[in-house]
């Protein structure tokens, strides 16, 4: 089975401030996909970004890149210039590929902007 | 244009109750999902359904049953109801399984047992 391990429960930083989350994940399979999800407080699930397990290039959109390090079975969120509107939960999550077993998710970061 | 619709949004309920909550999507998907997200936000497949497979995580209590009458719909009965089935239940859909194709989800249902 596989686990998705987020060890950063609470992050709190500055408005405009550059942020890391966390991630690790055990797998023995060879094809996944990895995703962030983003759960604000109005309950919503939001993709923030995807990565497929056989691309060494990490993805990227807008603010949100990632750290994808296959070998070491990491995959960290980085947000730049965060902004108020980023407070939200964060939840990496895990999908095999080929299968239908659904999203195995982390427990979680709650992560707070100040302003 | 709502992608994925759960319906109620909130639900109170005594225990021992049966209940359901429905999900519908527009995007033409043929996979829906329901997860479960407990009290300290942890999140958990709870089935997965296409037109040609259920695949029910062996945790899930067999009160819970998910029903498709079309691969639009895929609506979650729950028979006796039990406290600890207090939660946020989340639909998604996505096209095909287990791949890319990210999931879909609805804006969850509130459930609450007195």
């Known amino acids: 089975a596989q686990t998705v391990t987020q060890s950063q429960p609470e992050m709190s930083v500055q408005e405009a401030e550059t942020v890391t989350l966390s991630c690790t994940y055990d797998?023995?399979?060879?094809?996944?996909?990895l995703f962030w999800y983003k759960q604000p407080p109005s309950r919503q699930m939001i993709l923030v970004i995807r990565q497929e397990a056989y691309k060494q290039q990490n993805a990227t959109e807008n603010r949100f890149s990632v750290n994808f390090q296959k070998a070491a079975k990491s995959f960290s969120l980085k947000i730049s210039d965060s902004q108020l509107g980023d407070t939200a939960m964060y939840f990496c999550a895990f999908m095999m590929g080929g299968g239908a077993d659904g999203l195995t998710f982390g427990k979680g970061t709650h992560l707070i902007i100040q302003p | 244009d709502t992608a994925v619709s759960q319906t109620p949004k909130y639900l109170v309920t005594q225990m021992g109750n049966d209940k359901s909550i429905k999900c519908e999507q527009n995007l033409g998907h043929d996979t829906m999902y329901w997860y479960k997200q407990d009290s300290k936000k942890f999140l958990k497949i709870m089935f997965s359904y296409n037109n040609k497979e259920l695949i029910i995580n062996e945790t899930v209590p067999n009160r819970f049953s998910p029903k498709s009458p079309d691969k639009a719909h895929l609506n979650l009965h729950i028979n006796s109801l039990e406290l600890g089935d207090s939660a946020v239940y989340f639909c998604?859909?996505?096209?095909?399984?287990?791949?890319?194709?990210?999931?879909?989800f609805g804006d969850g249902t509130r459930l609450s047992i007195l």
């Open positions: 797998t023995s399979e060879s094809n996944y996909y």
């Open positions: 998604a859909s996505s096209q095909g399984q287990g791949g890319f194709q990210p999931q879909h």
